[in-house]
């Protein structure tokens, strides 16, 4: 997305003096370094995205070919109250995880960035990079144990200060499984998103930040008025990844709760997986992908309008 | 700055610090505590270690998790070593060379991004099947790179752009022809945003789990991120044995990030934006 920039003058003369030197770089050379990955993405991007679309109108029994049906999945699917559940579910799933996310992964960079020595900076960073290289599955199963009814890690903390009495089944109760998973891995801190800001806040210039003191803003302030507007850029690219990932979330509800209990914590990729590998319904998965990349796409066409929006930091 | 100064302007967000890192660090002490205890000693004393220890649930977890480490380093490392060809290729193209409809091309490839890769498991399914390609190598590990070289093109086109002119056209001068200049000047610098590349796709072939359970029906075959959950799956009874599962399934990729956590961690530092 960085390439739609305008280019400035000075890399326009580079080019063309490039163009100049390598004037007799015959056509093929680029093309036969391009055909691996053309190649592949034509096999398992291209051709598949088109197929999925394509079979959305259609019966299809995988290896049985589709047969045209026209709108009826569609139509099926917006009668399904478990696939409208899954919308609403995932509504909230991805709102309450991009928040937290975000919020923690701030401010966990602006603690770290703050400090005054370089060595405990390079520590904490560490330290919040290591829960990343655990394997999705493993941590999933690890916060399975925190939240278990029985011998689970909450029930015993909170039973054990004497906050509550006994001990409650966090996944297995309607009004508490989504929000267990929104909270999975908390405080949350340990991610891309905390490593992409610190990088960001590391790369601001130091002399805005020395000024800003002489003049009196104190470090509180200086958070919000001048770190939080300069690394818009980096908050939004987390924005756009958390949200789109969030709204594809499937392996929480497949690994912890299987969508339960009472459909609560059913996201609609998940209920896709159900469809076509439990159901065989592969038109009807595929109906539900499709109603998928269009939410996931006026998604990410809002959020980046809102970034580009009067904003001043880039050339649109 | 003096050192106390510095302390007394610090501790407040150390402490923060600290609290935030004992959350986060809790669960995974505890699981990795409770994997040396048998069941009795769980259900007696549920935080801290209990003596004797019981080094054998590794034991009794090893034969399945080892061949799950093996399988997933089975399907990894040829994904790792053709991302990291074909999106070198593809991003050196992309910036190095002008040729008709190069924009359109890439912003046709970017757009990729958009497009939920869970819609795309299906037809993919579909093309395994009538490929008759399941439990097959190449059946996890092509569609992994048409993932993968994805954001690696992107991440390689952005690296090669900021290379300077100068060293290519130098050489052409001597007399290197385009393979020289790609395999002698651009490969060696782009060893930096390489190893990004090669860290980021091997945290993504080791978890995940949607295109191995599509594409892989004998669970001999299975890697790493759902023989874990098969394996709990068996033994969810016994707490030490499934403990010491997850433990072993987390170390072959910490034992490397031990030795590339720089490079990791650098690697994002080039301060990703839109």
Redesign the interface.
């Known amino acids: 997305m960085t390439q739609q920039k305008t280019p400035t003058t000075g890399a326009k003369t580079e080019s063309s003096r490039w163009k100049l030197s390598s004037g007799f770089v015959p056509i093929y050379i680029p093309i036969l370094f391009l055909i691996p990955a053309l190649l592949l993405l034509f096999a398992f991007r291209y051709i598949p995205a088109v197929s999925a679309i394509f079979h959305s109108f259609t019966y299809w029994n995988i290896p049985e070919p589709g047969e045209f049906i026209g709108l009826q999945n569609y139509r099926a699917l917006f009668d399904d109250p478990i696939f409208i559940k899954s919308l609403g579910n995932i509504l909230k799933y991805m709102v309450g995880r991009t928040a937290l996310v975000l919020v923690m992964a701030f401010v966990g960079a602006e603690l770290v960035y703050n400090l005054s020595s370089d060595r405990w900076r390079n520590i904490w960073r560490m330290v919040f990079t290591i829960p990343m290289v655990i394997p999705i599955t493993v941590n999933l199963l690890v916060w399975q144990q925190v939240y278990a009814g029985r011998q689970g890690m909450l029930n015993e903390f909170l039973t054990g200060i004497g906050a509550m009495a006994r001990p409650y089944p966090w996944l297995g109760r309607p009004d508490t499984a989504l929000p267990a998973l929104i909270f999975i891995g908390f405080p949350a801190v340990a991610g891309f998103g905390f490593l992409i800001i610190l990088a960001a806040l590391q790369n601001l210039s130091s002399e805005v930040n020395d000024a800003a003191l002489i003049d009196g803003c104190s470090r509180l302030r200086r958070v919000f008025a001048i770190d939080l507007p300069a690394i818009r850029g980096p908050l939004a690219l987390i924005l756009i990844l958390s949200l789109n990932l969030g709204m594809q979330e499937f392996a929480p509800m497949l690994v912890m709760t299987q969508g339960g209990p009472i459909n609560t914590t059913m996201s609609p990729a998940y209920y896709l997986y159900i469809q076509g590998f439990t159901y065989g319904k592969h038109g009807y998965a595929s109906a539900i992908g499709t109603v998928l990349m269009l939410m996931t796409l006026a998604l990410s066409i809002f959020i980046l309008r809102m970034r580009y929006r009067r904003a001043y930091d880039v050339a649109v | 700055?003096s050192r106390s100064k510095?302390w007394r302007?610090?501790w407040p967000?150390?402490l923060?610090?600290l609290i935030?890192?004992i959350?986060?660090?809790?669960?995974?002490v505890?699981?990795v505590i409770n994997s040396f205890k048998i069941n009795a000693q769980?259900?007696q004393q549920?935080?801290l270690p209990t003596l004797p220890l019981h080094p054998e649930n590794y034991v009794r977890a090893w034969p399945a998790m080892g061949k799950a480490i093996l399988n997933s380093f089975t399907y990894s490392i040829p994904t790792l070593v053709l991302t990291l060809?074909?999106?070198g290729?593809?991003g050196?193209?992309?910036a190095?060379?002008?040729?008709p409809g190069?924009?359109i091309?890439?912003?046709a490839?970017?757009a990729?991004i958009?497009?939920?890769?869970?819609?795309?498991?299906?037809?993919?399914?579909?093309?395994i099947?009538?490929l008759d390609w399941g439990d097959t190598l190449q059946g996890v590990v092509?569609?992994w790179?048409?993932?993968e070289?994805?954001f690696g093109?992107f991440l390689m086109r952005?690296f090669f752009e900021t290379l300077p002119?100068e060293y290519?056209?130098a050489a052409?001068l001597d007399g290197a022809n385009?393979f020289t200049l790609l395999f002698r000047i651009a490969v060696p610098l782009a060893i930096p945003a390489l190893s990004t590349l090669a860290i980021l796709d091997l945290?993504f072939s080791?978890?995940d789990?949607?295109w191995p359970?599509?594409a892989i029906f004998d669970s001999d075959r299975l890697p790493?991120?759902?023989g874990?959950?098969s394996f709990?799956g068996q033994y969810g009874t016994d707490?030490g044995v499934t403990f010491a599962s997850?433990v072993i399934?987390?170390l072959p990729?910490?034992i490397?990030?031990a030795f590339t956590?720089r490079r990791?961690?650098d690697g994002?530092?080039?301060?990703?934006?839109?």
Do not use: K
């Open positions: 700055m510095a302007r610090d967000l150390m923060i610090l935030l890192a959350i986060t660090y809790v669960p995974f505890f699981t769980f259900f549920f935080w060809v074909i999106s290729l593809a050196y193209a992309f190095r060379y002008r040729f190069r924009n091309l890439f912003i490839i970017l990729l958009m497009i939920p890769g869970i819609l795309l498991v299906i037809p993919m399914f579909s093309v099947i009538a092509l569609p790179v048409s993932v070289i994805v093109t952005t002119q290519f056209e052409r385009e945290l080791w978890n789990i949607i359970l599509v790493v991120s759902i874990v959950l709990a707490y997850y399934a987390s990729l910490i490397i990030f956590s990791f961690m994002l530092s080039g301060g990703l934006s839109i």
